[in-house]
């Protein structure tokens, strides 16, 4: 089973930066993921934040475009999360999540399913 490995997190002051990375272990080397960042804080249910398929493509949403970036690592199956202009909302658990692509065999995993990272927390002070 895939297993993820969160980094990045820590507390900065508004409007200041952090960078989320996440990297996949343990799957078969055919295996390909679209790679997810979810969020979740206190009280809150788990958000959606980001999604970058296999071929690159990334999607986000509505409350973190134009300040978060996500992007391919070096690795197969990781990813980075360019987060800037952070705000009090942001502050959150973070978690990195790996969803096999559509094309993947069936060996990879689960179509739809989510395989999680333990969380990084990032905290955003006035």
């Known amino acids: 089973q895939v297993r993820l490995v969160e980094s990045g997190g820590g507390s900065v002051q508004a409007g200041g930066s952090l960078t989320l990375s996440c990297a996949a272990f343990?799957?078969?080397?055919?295996?390909?993921?679209?790679m997810m960042w979810y969020r979740q804080a206190p009280g809150k249910e788990r958000e959606f934040v980001s999604r970058m398929d296999n071929d690159d493509k990334t999607t986000y949403a509505e409350s973190v475009k134009g300040r978060f970036t996500a992007s391919r690592g070096n690795a197969k199956n990781s990813i980075i999360l360019q987060m800037n202009s952070l705000k009090s909302e942001d502050t959150a658990m973070y978690y990195c999540?790996?969803?096999?692509?559509?094309?993947?065999?069936?060996?990879?995993?689960?179509?739809?399913?989510?395989?999680w990272g333990q969380g990084t927390q990032v905290t955003i002070s006035s």
């Open positions: 343990e799957y078969d080397y055919y295996c390909n993921y679209d």
């Open positions: 999540a790996a969803v096999p692509s559509p094309s993947a065999p069936i060996s990879c995993g689960t179509s739809g399913e989510h395989y």
